[in-house]
């Protein structure tokens, strides 16, 4: 069997976590786009996701999934 | 010709060769997934045209993201670590097309339906591969990346309902992706390409691949009523 990288499955479980949550986001957003305030606010959840995902920081992810 | 079907444990008994091949092929196909946020996220997230664009990129965003989640899972199962693609800077990209940012939502609309494209045609190389727990993630992939591809295009035939302006806008757009988008399939004749599909990783040769590509979209472009770009002018790899 071969050996799996370190923290395969942790990412795996942390990412998943992630998509959710900027899936959930964008549901909200989309379910209310008449109603400027809560599309605005999923759009800020979206970025602020995003720019978590994008920094790509995996250690400081996996230590937070940690604590 | 290996015309055998392997599972993770299996995989150990593997000749270095198809260990190296299916190692190299999953931190490229990795490093695309994140690559398309990596392009459109930063600008066009908060430019772009509607709220419900904006949701829609991010949406896009999410899919690219689990793309990703599920191929590092395949490649970290066998011990391929790929994690070093989510931090690198764009200009490290494994392929040229994610070289760079997308600042024009002309840009956005075109890059979802050509090198999205791509994205389908890279992933049905591993339809009936040798390797089953990549076989497995690929029908859900898929199903997204034609979403992608379909929005691009609504997004570009939308653009192109605007005027001439905003044509000429568009057919830069297409210009500068379409030569791209044929190069991200590689030199005709590789010879690697050539032990991908003897170890069963692949189906078709690169200059097979690109030419049903052209098949597909140059009548996609004429019908949109674009211009079909030189498919030599500009190219790094023919």
Known sequence: MAQAAPNTEKLDEHLLEIVRALHGAVKQGVAHLGEPKIVDGAIVDCEEILDVIMAGDVEAWLSEAVA | ?238
């Open chain 2, 1 to 238: 010709m290996f015309t055998d079907k392997i599972e993770l444990n299996d995989f150990d008994k593997m000749d270095p060769e198809y260990k190296a091949l299916l190692s190299r092929v999953l931190t490229i196909q990795a490093d695309c997934e994140i690559g398309g946020p990596h392009l459109y996220v930063e600008r066009m997230l908060p430019a772009a045209p509607t709220k419900l664009d904006q949701l829609i990129v991010a949406r896009t965003a999410a899919e690219e993201i689990d793309h990703f989640r599920k191929v590092a899972r395949v490649a970290g199962d066998l011990g391929t670590d790929v994690t070093f693609v989510l931090s690198q800077p764009n200009e490290k990209r494994f392929v040229d097309a994610f070289r760079g940012l997308i600042t024009t939502w002309e840009d956005n609309a075109v890059f979802g339906f050509l090198i999205d494209r791509i994205g389908r045609y890279q992933l049905e190389e591993f339809y009936d591969c040798s390797y089953l727990p990549l076989q497995r993630i690929l029908p859900e992939i898929v199903t997204e990346e034609l979403g992608h591809i379909e929005y691009g295009y609504n997004k570009t035939l939308e653009l192109l309902s605007k005027g001439d302006e905003e044509k000429e806008r568009v057919q830069n757009a297409v210009d500068n992706w379409y030569v791209r988008a044929l190069d991200m399939f590689g030199r005709s004749g590789s010879a690697r390409a050539e032990r991908y599909r003897y170890w069963g990783l692949k189906r078709r040769t690169n200059e097979q691949a690109r030419s049903d590509y052209i098949k597909e979209v140059n009548p996609i472009l004429t019908n949109m009523g674009l211009k079909i770009p030189d498919p030599l002018k500009g190219r790094r790899y023919l």
